[in-house]
């Protein structure tokens, strides 16, 4: 496989959200704005590159048995370092993802490609697949963004051009679950033709 | 009273699945019917309170004590997936029929994000029930985990019932599958938002 497709893939093949619906618990609770979903987007391609990077390299010396604690301990090691470096330079932006930095521990998509691509294969490889698969998670978080921003408080990346407050059932929780439903139908559409 | 308020808020108001959106992946996964629905809520039912009064003990005595909060990710990943490890085997052992009807489900908690969810909500967020606001004591904790998993297993049995009627409708072809799942739960969640102000 080129190293250019093991990057487009994660884009629309195995887009981790709207293909492999993994890692739904971010995708639906951060997406409030645009600005959210993207923010979360980067936070999560962060972990999973580096992740990836390591696992791979450690991936030939751990025991068969015990390679799920390993990889988890990997990750957990990576989201504690994303904590430290977000509360020291943008606390902000920590303060409104809040509980769903440490819950990239438990995000499918992580520990996912930590096993069916990181253990298998090489430490570039691994990265590319870190930067394609977090690329596509990002897009497909800042899409949800979009869309729930838009419906919701009439702007976009907080640049308002629809006057009023907006349908506020898509800011709240209701909205994220059937935006994301229609825009599955919509993603099923155009990929199958 | 005031644990009455937790469990009314916890269940209902903010529920785990519907308005707080950890767990999703198993809800979705696992309600397409009713029998592993029920299963799984009963699984996670148990390990969430134990877990989570495991992670506060050794938050409140071990880690803020040594200032090692930053710890706090790590440590408790390790501890509840050695958790869903020692339930599994003590299971095992002594109720057979017990495991038999949990035992599939075990495993897949450790990645449940409404466990480490929970286990972190309660050491980090201050909670004001009628009074003042303050961090939660032990039995809140138990309390607050118990109702939030009470409250996961009755929007999974619910969505289950829901979901075993949608299999057998004649549903438009993009929509087959999880996209319809999810509108459905969207307007679940809609219905659930008519009992925000109770508490």
């Given amino acids: 496989m080129s190293k250019f497709s093991i990057i487009t893939r994660g884009l629309v093949k195995e887009n981790p959200t709207f293909v492999l619906v ?24 962060f972990v999973l590159i580096l992740s990836n990077i390591v696992i791979s390299l450690i991936a030939p010396v751990v025991p068969d048995k015990v390679h799920i604690p390993v990889y988890i301990v990997v990750i957990a090691t990576f989201v504690t370092v994303l904590q430290l470096l977000m509360q020291a330079y943008v606390p902000q932006v920590y303060a409104t993802l809040g509980l769903f930095i440490p819950l990239i521990v438990v995000n499918c998509i992580v520990l996912g490609r930590a096993e069916a691509f990181a253990g298998k294969n090489g ?20 899409v949800i963004g979009v869309v729930r921003e838009i419906l919701g408080s009439g702007s976009v990346f907080g640049w308002k051009f629809i006057a009023g407050d907006g349908i ?26 | 009273m005031e644990y009455f308020l937790i469990i009314i808020s916890a269940i209902f108001v903010n529920n785990i699945v519907l308005a707080q959106f950890l767990g999703v992946c198993p809800f979705l996964g696992v309600s397409s019917r009713l029998s592993t629905a029920t299963g799984m809520s009963g699984a996670v039912c148990f390990v969430i309170t134990l877990a989570t009064v495991v992670t506060y003990l050794l938050n409140t005595y071990l880690l803020v004590p040594l200032g090692l909060e930053f710890l706090q990710t790590i440590s408790f990943i390790l501890v509840i997936a050695a958790l869903v490890q020692m ?31 929970v286990a972190i909500t309660v050491v980090s967020k201050e909670f004001s029930f009628g009074g003042a606001p303050h961090l939660m004591n032990l039995g809140e904790a138990t309390v607050y985990a118990l109702a939030t998993s009470l409250g996961y297993g009755l929007a999974m049995i619910l969505f289950a019932g829901m979901r075993e009627h949608l299999a057998g409708n004649d549903v438009p072809k993009a929509f087959k599958g999880l996209p319809i799942a999810f509108i459905t739960v969207g307007i679940m969640a809609m219905a659930f938002l008519g009992f925000s102000g109770i508490v």
């Fill in chain 1, 22 to 45: 993994l890692g739904m618990c971010p995708t639906l609770a951060t997406t409030t704005s645009a600005m959210n979903g993207l923010e979360m987007g980067l936070a999560t391609m």
């Fill in chain 1, 123 to 142: 430490a570039l490889d691994s990265a590319l697949d870190g930067i394609g698969i977090g690329i596509g998670f990002t897009l497909s978080l800042t």
């Fill in chain 1, 168 to 193: 506020l059932a898509f800011v709240m929780a209701p909205g994220a679950f059937l935006v994301m439903g229609y825009l599955m139908v919509l993603f099923n559409k155009l990929a199958k033709k």
């Fill in chain 2, 87 to 117: 339930v599994e085997i003590v299971l095992k052992k002594t109720s057979p029929s017990l495991y038999a009807a949990l035992g599939i489900f075990l495993p897949l908690i450790t990645t449940n994000c409404a466990v480490l969810g």
